[in-house]
T-cell receptor, first 114, second 114 residues
Framework: AQSVTQLDSHVSVSEGTPVLLRCNYSSSYSPSLFWYVQHPNKGLQLLLKYTSAATLVKGINGFEAEFKKSETSFHLTKPSAHMSDAAEYFCVVRANFGNEKLTFGTGTRLTIIP | EADIYQTPRYLVIGTGKKITLECSQTMGHDKMYWYQQDPGMELHLIHYSYGVNSTEKGDLSSESTVSRIRTEHFPLTLESARPSHTSQYLC?????????????FGPGTRLTVT
């Protein structure tokens, strides 16, 4: 079994300040982990993924995430927020054994304050 | 340009009507998925397909049905719509053998049943 917990349903930061979106996971097997972003009225777009290679993963638009097995975490960060980063962010886990189904977190809405 | 399309984007319909939500992808992907997403909630897998003539139920029970007669087309049908079917429906696809879990999403169909 696998699950994902996004610790904050809503995060607000000022433009130009760092972003931290928190995600904890549980998985019976070695997982693959992803962050997707959903802008209003748009489909989900893959930001980055971890698939058992480097634990620090760099994605698009300056985002990165670090896989910490000891803490079962996969937090998403960005050094400097931009207005265009305002969106809903989903942390996703997939077990690397068995079926290929994704388990989604409940999402974190990121608001950027001008 | 390779992409994944969903029509209609928005649909308001009365109880008891039959509806079909369309999903097409031009990427030649073997695998396709339907997710249901309620406001502020995570995505739940309701159907998936690994190729032509292959369809499976997902984790969330749904009264909808799907078909996969062509690789690029994965429509979802509700024989008799009810207010409880009001939700957003997202279609996704992925390539066989692709990096674990990298799915590409359409823009979604927001369904309202009155």
């Amino acid at each position: 079994a696998q699950s994902v917990t996004q610790l904050d349903s809503h995060v607000s930061v000022s433009e130009g300040t760092p972003v931290l979106l928190r995600c904890n996971y549980s998985s019976s097997y070695s997982p693959s982990l992803f962050w997707y972003v959903q802008h209003p009225n748009k489909g989900l777009q893959l930001l980055l993924k971890y698939t058992s290679a480097a634990t620090l993963v760099k994605g698009i638009n300056g985002f990165e995430a670090e896989f910490k097995k000891s803490e079962t975490s996969f937090h998403l960060t960005k050094p400097s927020a931009h207005m265009s980063d305002a969106a809903e962010y989903f942390c996703v886990v997939r077990a690397n054994f068995g079926n290929e189904k994704l388990t989604f977190g409940t999402g974190t809405r990121l608001t950027i304050i001008p | 340009e390779a992409d994944i399309y969903q029509t209609p984007r928005y649909l308001v319909i009365g109880t008891g009507k039959k509806i079909t939500l369309e999903c097409s992808q031009t990427m030649g992907h073997d695998k396709m998925y339907w997710y249901q997403q309620d406001p502020g909630m995570e995505l739940h897998l309701i159907h998936y397909s690994y190729g032509v003539n292959s369809t499976e139920k997902g984790d969330l029970s749904s009264e909808s049905t799907v078909s996969r007669i062509r690789t690029e087309h994965f429509p979802l049908t509700l024989e008799s719509a009810r207010p409880s079917h009001t939700s957003q429906y997202l279609c996704a696809s992925s390539k066989k053998g692709q990096g674990a879990g990298e799915q590409y999403f359409g823009p979604g169909t927001r369904l309202t049943v009155t």
